[in-house]
């Protein structure tokens, strides 16, 4: 997606833990959301942040850096079904949603 | 409460031929948005709308696709013409415009297939 970038694949185990990165641009910034998508599914929200920090949501959590237009969404305690591509998403008023390509996240036992 | 609707799933179409998908979005949600999901890749927005305005539709083929919602409810998106370059997962989502976008619900989408 123009203007937002992540890894194309994420391997992880079963138990730890995975950090999926995102950068964008930062012109126009509103806002940074995070969705899981299941492969033949659409998007689910998980997540929206617009102040810098980490934003704890227990198995989903956010950090954001606007000055640096950096993101990353942590996925802790991982489970098998967390496999799926997970989209990082850039809010702009004027243009609405701009989606990452989607970071592909495998977890194995 | 009933989800974003898509219709039809699926379609397979020859290169040359006309379709149409429909959207009913979550009732109350005023902005209703259009993507198109190539195979492995995130979704792109094609046109969204404000109750029956268009917003943004400069990433419609505007030779080739249409997009409506004219009395700010459901919407219709049609292709002229189709290509094999169009097959991919056509994805309609509504929101609250006042909540900027901080959720959008999507649908199922339909999965189009251009042979």
């Known amino acids: 997606g123009q203007g937002v970038e992540q890894p194309d694949n994420l391997m992880s185990v079963e138990g730890t833990f995975a950090r999926v990165n995102c950068t964008y641009s930062t012109s126009g910034f509103n806002g940074l959301s995070w969705y899981q998508q299941r492969e033949g599914h659409a998007p689910v929200f998980l997540s929206y942040?617009?102040?810098?920090g980490l934003k704890d949501s227990g198995h989903f959590s956010t950090f954001l850096s606007r000055s640096n237009g950096y993101s990353y969404l942590l996925l802790t305690e991982l489970q098998i079904k967390d496999s799926a591509s997970y989209l990082c998403?850039?809010?702009?008023?004027?243009?609405?949603?701009?989606f990452g390509l989607g970071t592909r996240v495998s977890v194995f036992p | 409460e009933a989800g974003v609707t898509q219709s039809p799933r699926y379609a397979v179409l020859q290169e040359g031929q006309a379709v149409s998908f429909w959207c009913d979005p979550i009732?109350?949600?005023?902005?209703l948005y259009w993507y198109q999901q190539p195979r492995d890749q995130g979704p792109q927005l094609l046109v969204y709308f404000r109750d029956e305005a268009v917003i943004d539709n400069s990433q419609l083929p505007s030779d080739r696709f249409s997009a409506v919602r004219p009395k700010g409810t459901n919407s219709t998106l049609k292709i002229q013409s189709a290509k094999q370059g169009d097959t991919a997962t056509y994805l309609c989502?509504?929101?609250?415009?006042?909540?900027?976008?901080?959720?959008?619900?999507f649908g199922k989408g339909t999965r189009l297939t251009v042979v």
């Open positions: 989502a509504s929101s609250f415009w006042d909540r900027g976008d901080t959720e959008v619900f």
């Open positions: 942040v617009v102040l810098d």
């Open positions: 009732s109350g949600h005023d902005t």
């Open positions: 998403v850039r809010n702009n008023y004027a243009q609405g949603l701009t």
